[in-house]
């Protein structure tokens, strides 16, 4: 059975940061794009990030870029994600999923979310003002 378990959300300050991790099991992770989404309270979701299987190839929102970086211990089947210079405008359920399909690379409809799958139940982010 696969379990994805997104961690590390929590309340910050605005300019401060956190560390996200999705650790997956259940899956070869290393078969797997992995990307990280997140939706905010009366907002639909929205990609955040991609990475692809060798973690070779990222890719993220025009939202976060600068502010965030994404990688992958495939050896640990853990996906994390950076975020520094947090903005009130961050606050959201954090949440990470697995491209089917069996792309090595993310796709260019990633950041709908389309194809991904084994989704974990998230993590809260907060940033206060």
């Known amino acids: 059975q696969v379990q994805v378990v997104e961690s590390g959300g929590g309340l910050v300050q605005a300019g401060g940061s956190l560390r996200l991790s999705c650790t997956a099991s259940g899956l070869k992770f290393d078969d797997y794009a992995m990307a990280w989404f997140r939706q905010a309270p009366g907002k639909e979701r929205e990609g955040v990030g991609c990475i692809s299987r060798g973690g070779s190839d990222i890719t993220y929102v025009d939202s976060v870029k600068g502010r965030a970086t994404i990688s992958r211990h495939n050896s640990k089947n853990t996906l994390y994600l950076q975020m520094n210079s947090l903005k009130v405008e961050d606050t959201a359920m954090y949440y990470c999923?697995?491209?089917?399909?069996?792309?090595?690379?993310?796709?260019?409809?990633?950041?709908?979310?389309?194809?991904?799958?084994?989704w974990g139940q998230g993590t809260q982010v907060t940033v206060s003002s």
């Open positions: 999923a697995a491209q089917g399909g069996g792309y090595r690379y993310c796709q260019a409809s990633w950041v709908r979310g389309a194809m991904f799958e084994n």
